[in-house]
């Protein structure tokens, strides 16, 4: 199933993305992009104990026709289930986004150029965010995840 955004039209058309990020939750944003690959979820949430906080790195400003909507890329805290230590693995989780006008028809997301473009589409009204993959590294306090709250596990439910 795709995680679908619908959002309403913004009166403001901007010229710029903004990528500045911040919170969403795990449980209402994140986890059903991650249940739209059955097997791969089950896979990893059993695997895995997730923090709470979670980072959308994309932030479309109020400049954009989808205002304060957070997509990913999304960071988050992991550590094995078995684990008594703390956050050791940073997990990085990738979308897609796909860009449809109010009939239902694809926007291209970039131009000929690969400029990115259809967000400021006047017809563009809502995105769907689409599982693309998963990056797991060694956690290392950096920009992006400094200031996480590290003591809340995030619930799966």
């Known amino acids: 199933m795709k995680r679908i955004i619908i959002l309403t039209i913004s009166a403001f058309l901007g010229i710029s993305l903004a990528f500045a ?17 059955k097997e791969f979820s089950d896979a990893i949430l059993s695997t895995f104990d997730f923090n709470a906080s979670v980072y959308g790195q994309s932030d479309f400003g109020d400049h954009t026709r989808f205002g304060g909507e957070r997509l990913g890329p999304y960071t988050l805290l992991a550590k094995p289930k078995s684990s008594k230590s703390g956050w050791i693995f940073e997990v990085t989780i990738n979308t897609r986004w796909t860009i449809y006008d109010a009939n239902g028809n694809q926007i291209p997301l970039r131009d ?13 009204t809502r995105i769907e965010e689409t599982f693309e993959s998963i990056e797991l590294k060694p956690y290392k306090e950096n920009k992006l995840n400094q200031g996480m709250d590290l003591t809340r596990e995030a619930p799966l439910g």
């Open 21 to 37: 990020g911040g919170s969403v939750s795990f449980d209402e944003q994140l986890l059903p992009i991650l249940k739209q690959n």
């Open 112 to 124: 000929e150029s690969g400029k990115m473009t259809g967000i400021f589409d006047p017809k563009a």
